[in-house]
């Protein structure tokens, strides 16, 4: 009972947090992109909550809320297969809180939170129901190519583990994703593996990501191999071995590496439990600095905006693509101007907000350290973002 209440102040205070930055957030170009010029699942779930919801902010998030809070209840149920204690079950799920990787998941429209969800609740069916998990898989087909990495993975298991009818399945349904969505080699030979290195440190944090890292290598050598090392493993080093070519879309690949988290999760509490009391300091240690890393990542993220007091040079906050265009918008509706000209990428963000693209008004962004006198500033706090001068132009 004392757990269940814990778990439930742990969701509840999530959520209060969550709910808060997004409503922080305006709508980036990429995620303006996924709305209005992308042609996916993902797409018709988000403009389902905006027909429903109403055309605003919360509406936008919904899905990726509702898929995070699904995420927190599946991986709470699949992590009892791999751990035990109920207390370790709930650090578990603190740490998958906290890692910068789920919360921008959480409260950004991308493909990465839909994965997240998608992988977690495969291998809840799959604990449950072969045949329930063989369904799911064909339907994972047609709704998002990033689950190609899920079938090759459970190939790469069929394989080893001589289940010959899921090997020529999931080959199947590899193939047909890579139909209907491309095969991810493209362009000229790049190396690209330190930055693909550094993205998934990003993500989960340098010291989880080597942890995780090292679990699926221990496991490999000492032949602790089930099917969700399988997915991970695969699409880890599918990833790693693709980075030497070219740059990865990390938002493909880091879900992989995420849902391995009851598999370290797993191993670390073994480690620590086999050991003497005395002999325990090395993984206290790991511990703290882990949860150190998280609380101090998780900080800035929530207290991006804040962010801004400390930087020269304010477009350098990771979230300075998120933050301008709301504010900027409710300006020009103030002085009555429904439509105007500017960049690709801000153009596509103000049509979220109702400023649709014409040739009656051009707007055109000053640098922030211009002396010049702007039409519009937008500021947070007394710190300038944004400068732009709006034009209107005489058409005939």
């Keep these: ?37 992308e042609t996916s699942f993902l797409q018709q779930i988000v403009t389902a909550s905006l027909d429903f919801f109403g055309h605003n902010d919360f509406a936008l998030r919904l899905p990726f809320l509702f898929f995070h809070f699904a995420s927190l209840f599946l991986l709470y149920q699949l992590s009892k297969e791999y751990i035990n204690n109920d207390r370790n079950r709930l650090w578990l799920l603190v740490t998958f809180i906290l890692l910068p990787g789920v919360v921008s998941a959480a409260v950004v429209v991308s493909h990465a939170g839909f994965l997240i969800f998608g992988l977690l609740l495969f291998f809840y069916v799959a604990q449950r129901s072969q045949k329930g998990m063989y369904a799911l898989l064909a339907i994972y087909a047609f709704l998002d190519g990033g689950f190609a990495y899920l079938f090759l993975g459970l190939f790469m298991y069929a394989l080893v583990e001589k289940k010959r009818y899921l090997a020529l399945y999931t080959l199947i349904l590899y193939m047909l994703s890579i139909y209907l969505y491309g095969f991810p080699i493209h ?5 690209h593996f330190l930055d693909t290195i550094g993205l998934y440190s ?24 089930d099917m969700l090392w399988y997915v ?30 009851p598999l370290a999760a797993q191993t670390f509490a073994s480690s620590y439990r086999v050991r003497l009391k005395e002999h325990r300091k090395f993984y206290r240690g790991i511990f703290i600095a882990a949860f150190i890393l998280l609380i101090v990542n998780a900080l800035v993220v929530f207290f991006n905006k804040e962010l801004y007091f400390f930087l020269e040079n304010p477009k350098k906050n990771f979230v300075y693509n998120m933050d301008v265009a709301k504010e900027l918008a409710e300006v020009l509706h103030k002085k009555k101007i429904d439509c105007i000209a500017t960049d690709e990428k801000m153009q596509r963000r103000l049509r979220f907000y109702g400023i649709e693209k014409c040739d009656n008004y051009t707007l055109d962004q000053l640098p922030l350290d211009s002396k010049k006198d702007s039409d519009v500033t937008i500021s947070y706090k007394g710190v300038v973002l944004y400068k732009a001068d709006v034009t209107k132009l005489n058409n005939k």
């Design 1 to 37: 009972m004392k757990y269940r209440l814990i778990l439930l102040l742990i969701v509840a205070m999530d959520a209060g947090i969550l709910l808060f930055e997004a409503s922080r957030l305006s709508i980036s170009s990429a995620e303006a992109y996924l709305l209005y010029h």
């Design 187 to 191: 362009g000229y030979p790049r190396g």
């Design 232 to 261: 991970s493993t695969t699409a880890l080093l599918f990833a790693l071995i693709t980075s030497f070519r070219q740059k990865i879309n990390i938002e493909e690949f880091a879900p992989y590496l995420i849902i391995a988290l």
């Design 202 to 225: 990003a993500i989960l944090t340098p010291v989880i990501f080597i942890y995780i890292f090292y679990v699926l290598y221990r496991r490999y050598l000492t032949a602790q191999r």
